[in-house]
């Protein structure tokens, strides 16, 4: 079983940055990808990014509505991925959740049915 816990929402102005973290812990030797969920109030939840957690190379993936803004990379050794968020957009508000999963390469990377475990989530709010 794997736990995830996710830190450094919060409250943001438009343009600013915000970096958020999950940490896994519990059986994490079989989950070889993790990803950064969003959902906002009536709106169903949708992939941000995502990335290969297993030995290889850290392949990205990433939604076309965050490309160029933000960022994932991962920390291996400690279990841990980031998600550095930069030039927020008020339609960036939602609850951010981590989650992690054993996947094939080919599929769906932000298909949110895709993986078995998921993080309490952390608010980011983007607002003047």
């Known amino acids: 079983q794997v736990q995830l816990v996710e830190s450094g929402g919060g409250s943001v102005q438009p343009g600013g940055s915000l970096k958020l973290s999950c940490t896994a812990s519990?059986?994490?030797?079989?989950?070889?990808?993790m990803g950064w969920f969003r959902q906002a109030p009536g709106k169903e939840r949708e992939g941000v990014a995502a990335?290969?957690?297993?030995?290889?190379?850290?392949?990205?993936n990433y939604a076309d509505s965050v490309k160029g803004r933000f960022r994932i990379s991962r920390d291996n050794a400690k279990k841990t991925i980031y998600l550095q968020m930069n030039s927020l957009k008020l339609e960036d508000t939602a609850m951010y959740y981590c989650?992690?999963?054993?996947?094939?390469?080919?599929?769906?990377?932000?298909?949110?049915?895709?993986?078995?475990?998921w993080g309490p989530g952390t608010q980011v709010t983007v607002s003047s």
């Open positions: 990335i290969n957690t297993g030995s290889g190379s850290g392949v990205t």
């Open positions: 519990g059986d994490t030797v079989n989950s070889n990808r």
């Open positions: 989650a992690a999963g054993n996947l094939r390469y080919a599929s769906r990377w932000l298909g949110p049915n895709e993986y078995n475990y």
